[in-house]
Structure formats: C-alpha cells, structure tokens
C-alpha cells in the first residue's frame, strides 16, 4: 500500500503489484468490468512512474505496478469482495504468464 497508513482518504488506495505492470492489471480488471486506475486522480495520462511514488522512494520497477482503486457510495461488501477476488486471481495469473 502506497502512502501513510492512517493520514489518508477512506475511500482510496494506492498499492504497487510487484511483477506485473500496472496497465496490464487494468486490463484485467476492465474485462472482469471493474474500474480502476494506473495513475493519481490528478495524473496527466504520462506512462511514467508517478512522481509522488518516486518521491516515497518507490522503485521505478515497482512504481510500474501501481493500481488505484476508489470506493464510492454504492460500494457494496460483495462488489469490494469481488474485486478482490478478481485482483487476486488476475495478478496470480498475470505473474505466470510473466514468469515472475
């Protein structure tokens, strides 16, 4: 997880998956119909590793991987539990494929 643990918004999350690039896990994640993102909310469409997780000393390898998902009102447990689900098992496959 990308940040401080607890000076934060509730609702958003930043984490790096080591091994798998951050637009490939996108994708995954598209086809599965769940929306997420590769960059900050503020991010200007650049295929750089974003300049605020360079600046929390995030590897440019691992900054590569960064994915960001944002809960919002209608959120619910099963579509949180979902996502999960479908990050997990993308990422496992994602990371066979890769060879990592």
Known sequence: MNGSRTARLPN??????????GEVTLLALDAA???ASAGS????GSMEPSHVLKALGVSRDLARGAVRLTLGRETTMESLDYTL??????????RQLAGA
């Open 12 to 21: 958003n999350i930043s984490i790096c998956i080591e091994g798998v690039q």
């Open 33 to 35: 119909r769940i929306c």
């Open 41 to 44: 909310a503020c991010s200007t």
């Open 85 to 94: 689900d479908v990050l997990e098992q993308s990422v496992q496959g994602l």
